[in-house]
């Protein structure tokens, strides 16, 4: 509640408190305490208020004082190179931005970059006169899955084309940097580094030991004998056949890793298996020193301390005009200057972002909240000049109902005759499926997690934990159904009942599946049972129709759409103009976090873990996701 709020509030009350003195006069002592405590409280809400309105006022002021004095030229410098200096984790769309106390509140900013941005700038340099070279500087990038690492890698390519030249240095390299990296001419690291490939995996926190500890029960519908997301809450450790779907996952991801390695930087195959799996007799040969280990391996060019890369770099592109920084201009600042054609010129091709767990109403920061989707939907519905909709999608699913909401909007937006194009980012599974599953056409990269086709439902009780306690419940209800609950556990009926709805909702699933397919719903429940697919195998199995970015997506809807020009309209969800000139200015300004120490990080994965039951708001307790495809390491 704002300050007006509160203000209007006490007023309301006071007020009624004068009204209700008409039948029971105050005494007058009582009037001048009330009267006291209400100029009190109005004095802090003034307070309060404007010491949080000035304290906003001078960090802007600040900051754009910074920011203007870091404005050295209104242009890119001519022979420079361009920084390409990703911070944080890289996302398909920026989150919405925190409010000014909320951020107060915080520990600081979040940190994220948007992919799309990162290859515009590479793409835009290729062509720029006046970019001679790109650096990259990937200390600050802490998150990236193999799709979007691949892209980047793709956009690197295509400018080593152009003739220009690629250079890249670190302290250190952790296995995504590194990746990006080796698209690179040239690779240095400082005589300190190292180089870690750790391969990819990921575990799960499991609760069945500490429910049973609890005398907590957790009763699990489901379908589909993949659809491991229940495993945690009813399993000590990983089923056989999850094991087996994340192995095939993951050893398909990191054979597309190792591959492209090998092709980036010409290793032996044999030589790069050997650094990864036998790390430790790497570094025994190499008498501990990690740097050199890299160098021998051939992943790093040479070793070289900080400043003497930064007189390698002066000879290529030479200094500013001040003579002590470096002819070079940082990729944010090199898209403040080239901003991506945002323009509203019609025809346009509307593109949506769905990024992240899908949840019944508005969701929380970082979900898919199905009324802001649909909201978004709607409104591209309404717009005529948008003549097709791309719905990117990089979630891992969620609520079935929040799901089925979202695919009904789209399918009402393809009543109108226009094209729906769905755009398969990192991940697209199960709820991120259905949503999909309608789409005229289906384009997903190669790396692109997805699959999972299959529901659950999960209800925990504490009946046993009430009885341990000497708690009983007790009591008579007009049906069977009446006393379930979470402290009296499900009756047979209830069981049975939701049981048969989840069948239901799968076949539900793999009804819509096989009807936007184009296949049989026997050859869809084949290729469904909640088994998770990268992109390639999914294209075998029909679940796709192309494999390609978001560029191949657009392509598609045009063609589908009849056009031959059109513009990409991003539609994002309605943010508030202060928000959003904060996120920049704290984007532009405030130093980032590069790494957090080992008691924070067990801190994080073990809340990481319970967090996952926020997640879980289906009004129907009937799910749609692939809890082992989010937040894992590929």
């Known amino acids: 509640m704002d300050g007006q709020s509160k203000h209007t509030m006490i007023a309301r009350l006071s007020n009624s408190d004068k009204d209700r003195s008409t039948g029971n006069k105050m005494s007058e002592s009582a009037a001048e305490k009330k009267g006291f405590f209400t100029r009190l409280s109005h004095r802090i809400t003034a307070f309060r208020d404007f010491t949080i309105n000035a304290f906003f006022i001078l960090f802007i002021l600040f900051a754009l004082v910074g920011l203007i004095g870091s404005c050295d030229s209104p242009q890119v410098p001519k022979g420079s190179a361009l920084i390409i200096n990703p911070a944080g984790t890289l996302v398909e769309e920026a989150s919405a931005p925190l409010a000014f106390p909320e951020f ?99 575990n799960n926190l499991y609760f069945k030991g500490l429910l049973d500890n609890l005398l907590i029960d957790v009763e699990v519908f489901k379908v589909g004998k993949f659809k491991s997301a229940v495993e945690p809450y009813t399993e000590k450790g990983m089923s056989d056949e999850s094991r087996l779907a994340n192995s095939e996952i993951y050893e398909s991801l990191w054979a597309y890793y190792m591959g492209d390695i090998v092709s980036n930087r010409s290793i032996e195959l044999e030589s790069l298996i050997a650094y990864a799996n036998d790390y430790d007799e790497v570094i025994d040969t190499a008498n501990g020193d990690t740097a050199e280990a890299a160098v021998t391996t051939n992943l790093i060019d040479d070793l070289l301390t900080r400043e003497v890369i930064r007189n390698k770099i002066s000879e290529l592109v030479g200094w500013a005009e001040d003579g002590t920084s470096l002819n070079a201009i940082s990729m944010n600042r090199y898209l403040s200057l080239n901003p991506r054609d945002v323009s509203a010129r019609a025809p346009a091709l509307g593109v949506i972002i769905a990024q992240g767990p899908i949840m019944d109403g508005p969701g929380i920061a970082g979900s898919i909240g199905a009324d802001d989707m649909i909201q978004r939907i709607r409104s591209a519905k309404n717009d005529q000049s948008i003549k097709g909709l791309i719905l990117r999608v990089d979630s891992p699913g969620g609520s079935a109902f929040a799901s089925e909401l979202i695919r009904q909007e789209l399918e009402a937006f393809q009543q109108t005759g226009r094209p729906v194009v769905a755009s398969f980012a990192s991940v697209a599974a199960s709820g991120g499926y259905w949503i999909s599953a309608s789409s005229d056409k289906i384009i997903s990269e190669a790396r692109t997690i997805t699959g999972s086709i299959g529901i659950f439902g999960l209800i925990p009780t504490a009946q046993r934990a009430l009885e341990k306690i000497g708690v009983n ?56 049972q909640g088994r998770v697919w990268h992109g390639e195998k999914a294209l075998s199995l029909g679940l796709v129709d192309e494999l390609g970015d978001l560029e191949v997506a657009a392509n598609v809807t045009a063609e589908l759409a009849g056009l031959s020009e059109w513009s990409l309209r991003y539609l994002s969800a309605p943010v508030d103009p202060r928000q959003e000139i904060l996120r920049q200015l704290l984007q532009s300004q405030l130093p980032l976090e590069r790494a957090t120490a080992p008691i924070e990080n067990l801190v994080s994965y073990g809340q990481k873990g319970l967090e996952a039951a926020q997640l879980l708001n289906d009004k129907r307790d009937i799910y749609a996701i692939c809890l082992e495809c989010a937040g894992k390491d590929f």
């Open 104 to 202: 107060i509140l915080q520990q600081g900013p979040v940190s994220e970059t948007v992919v799309e941005d990162v290859i515009y700038a590479i793409n835009t340099a290729a062509k720029d006169k006046d970019i001679k070279m790109l650096i990259l500087d990937l200390e600050d990038l802490t998150s990236a899955s193999s799709a979007q690492a691949y892209r980047i890698g793709v956009a690197l390519q295509n400018f080593k084309e152009s003739g220009k030249k690629i250079l890249s240095y670190a302290d250190y390299y952790e296995q995504y940097q590194y990746y990006i990296a080796s698209f690179s001419d040239e690779i240095y690291m400082h005589p300190m580094g190292g180089v870690q490939l750790t391969g990819f995996g990921g």
């Open 473 to 528: 419940l007790d009591g008579v209800g007009t049906t069977p159904y009446t006393l379930d609950g979470p402290f009296s556990g499900l009756s047979r009926e209830m069981s049975s009942v939701l049981q048969k709805t989840i069948e239901h909702g799968y076949e539900q699933f793999i009804e819509l599946v096989a009807k936007g397919r184009d296949m049989t719903t026997e050859e869809v429940d084949a290729v469904a």
